[in-house]
């Protein structure tokens, strides 16, 4: 165990891409946790996806061993944090975990919307803040405008901010030197007390069983002992303790201050509640830590086998990822379109996508997804509360006395000249502007929105806009109540309900036709005619019609016979009639994404 005055806990925050994993690589590096060939990929962003994305998805946790220029060794442990986002509990969580934070800032960049949001999170947590400006190799690097803005923007003292190239490696020394002078060590800890120790997060390892990151507060974790969970009320034999350098190194204990693991018969990732006090069995701790949100799923779609005797494999799937994360749920569905599957609930948007690539990918499953959807409130007639996860399951209007949908507070930065199409774009999704502000050259605009107008594609547009140079950041400010409608989709005269969607009445006409006029494009023509309506209630708001394809029956035919061809043709027409009753319109996979984007609004 070391010291507790010779441990740093710190964390990395940083706005994606400003070179956040590429730094922690660096500090491995530097201190000799890998090999070169080993440091060739990215070691922290481990799974496929995230390499290939380059996002950080989980928080993981290295320790480092540090021998620092007044000839003292630390030890440092680096807790990654994920920087998009649906992920921000996850950021929350490790930093409740260290004292410090090194604050990185792409010097070519500036401050973005998720280098504030993360940064807040630090300060709230009474961390020690070192800023670190990063890409001074780049010609584009504008290192005293981007101090400006950190002090402008943060309120942070910039002056001695360390500049580094992660790149390079250029200052990565200075960055070392600046962890072990300018964070604390771990406050308080007495070795000697009952075990307080924060669970931090927990994975699933195939070899290892559940592994679960834990930070010790006080007392001693170790082998042998049987620790329990205050919050679950799990009890368990503690099987090997550890750190991460970054490989998983087995150790005898773990002291005040330390983070690492521990493993123990735990059969599910789920039986650990993140942000759970771990405490000794027998001589428990009388104060737990004080606890972190519960994550409740924000975005709900369905997730169906596109070929129905997958459902099996699908359902095995889905329980492996869960495994991993806990914050994905879902339960079966059954659509009369798409047949059995699952309703899944997920963070956001972006935790949708990974979880969606995942099963394809990592599974080779072929998945119908539906749209995304928010979860909606609703005050009964009977006057009960019920909460909508799939707009297809919608009571009767009747029963409903009122409806209420979930809002987000957007910050977003932009460099001036996208603002007027930004704000546009805001407006047209039913946004109301709170504020407008210029900072050290760009705009910042905060807006209220509504949840639903923002999940399907609004970070898309918003990018695509911008040329990507627009940051966005949200957090959920509740519900509130509106005037929404459920609009229907009717192909050949059966609702898909998976086309389904709860949107505000003054839009619903308008987007009913464009749904219409989208879906007339994306379904193949078939033998017959298929009418495509969009209905509010009962009521149909918009028509298109699919003609059919015509088979020239007549072509036999030779000479003038009319009868003959009129008795032909008729026959067809019967024909046609019955394949419209009984024929299955195949709505194509795509088609069902596709009908949904809002582009051109
Ligand atoms: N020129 C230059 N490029 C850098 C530097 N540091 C990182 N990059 C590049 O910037 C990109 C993003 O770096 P990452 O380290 O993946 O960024 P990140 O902040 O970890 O991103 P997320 O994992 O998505 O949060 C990569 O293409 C890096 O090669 C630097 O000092 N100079």
Redesign the pocket.
Known sequence: MTPRDKIRNFS?I????????????RLIQACGGLTDREMSE?V??SMDI?KE????IKAQTVRLSYTASDGETYTLNLMDT???VDFAYEVSRCLAACEGSLL?V?A?QGVEAQTLANVYQAIDQNHEIVPVL?????PAADVDRVKEQIEEIIGLDASDAVQ?????G?GIPDVLEAIVNRLPPPRGGDHTAPLKAALVDAYYDPYLGVVVIVRVHEGILKKKQTIRMMRTGGVYEIDKVGTFNPKLTEADALGPGEVGYFVASIKEVGDCSIGDTITEDKRPTDKALPGYKDVQPVVFCGLFPMDAGDFDDLRAAMGKLRLNDASFTWEMETSAALGMGFRCGFLGLLHLEIIQERLSREFDLDLIATAPSVVYEMSMTDGTEIELHNPADMPDVVRITEIREPWIAATIYTPDEYLGSILKLCQDRRGIQIELSYVGGRACVKYELPLNEVVFDFYDRLKSISRGYASFDYTLIGHRAENLVKLQILVNEEPVDALAMLVHRDRAESRGRQMCERLKELIPRQMFKIPIQAAIGGRVVARETISAMRKDVTAKCYGGDATRKRKLLDKQAAGKKRMRQFGKVEIPQEAFVAALRMDGD
């Open positions: 990395i940083a706005h994606i891409d400003h070179g956040k994993s590429t730094l922690a690589d990215q922290l962003d995230e994305r380059g996002i950080t994920p920087g998009h990185v792409d070519s990063n890409k001074i190799d780049l580094i190239s992660a790149k390079t250029l």
